[in-house]
């Protein structure tokens, strides 16, 4: 029996994930896994000086599993979790360097830019980074947005150098102050399309739609609407190729459609698992927990 733990960084017990444990039951018993389910805050783990470990899940003590999936945002509770049970010998399936790569635009950028990747063309910005060198690098409109967020929080479209130069205005002139700038994909305005990978491997695809036909994002809470999507073998070999740039298991791409194909536009390494299991299937996703 494959033990592994899905430890999420929630703060209260995640009824969605224990509804559908409870469905994939007969799943579980075909491919011999037991899964667990914890907060970050359920675990515990004591370093003694002489270089042994010990593990508590919800006050009790227990061994190291044998697979750690962790699910949410992470911070450093969730790092020591992560760190100290792979010294045990777990195996961490998204693990936090690669949750942490994927959570910095700036971050993925660079390594995408490394291996080649299509991808838009990026600026780190500060306050007092000149207009005319966003402007000249990329163009009108720029987006820009900040570094680590997802669902299109904080993303916006500057039109003008003075939207650009107020803009500017706004971010901190500290350690925290950097936004990313992007040169605007007209091609793909108010859409997208959304691949989610299992195993590094690309399962079902959507494509995106706002619902205002005058709004550039295309997140679907915030009005917007989905269609299938065929894969075809240019968006595998670019998922593929992103995944395993990035080192995530489990994630959801979103593609820009680009003018001359599609590019990867963010990296979401907490894809909805309500999405998961209705595209993709429960069966599919508890087997690339075994694998």
Known sequence: ????????????????????????????????????????????????????KKVYACGKETTAPDKLFLYGSYDAIMESIEKTLVSM????????DAKRTAGSKVSTALLLSNAGIPQAKTL??????????????LGLPVIVKPDTGYGGQGVEMLKTEAEIEEYKKTIPNDVHGMMLAQNYISTSKGRDLRVLMIGKKPYAAFVRQAGNPDEFRSNIHQGGSYQDFTLTDDVIALCEKTAQTIGLEICGLDLLFGENGFIIGEINDSPGMKTIVEKVGMEKFLKALAI
């Open 1 to 52: 029996m494959m033990r592994i733990w899905i430890v999420t960084g929630a703060i209260s017990k995640s009824t969605g994930f224990e509804v559908m444990l409870q469905k994939g039951a007969p799943l579980l018993e075909k491919y011999g896994l037991q899964v667990e389910l914890y907060r970050r805050f359920d675990i515990h783990c004591v370093l003694n000086p002489d270089g042994t």
């Open 89 to 96: 010998g777990t195996v961490s399936i998204n693990s936090v």
């Open 124 to 137: 780190p910005i500060y306050n007092d980074t000149p207009t005319e060198l966003i402007v000249q690098e």
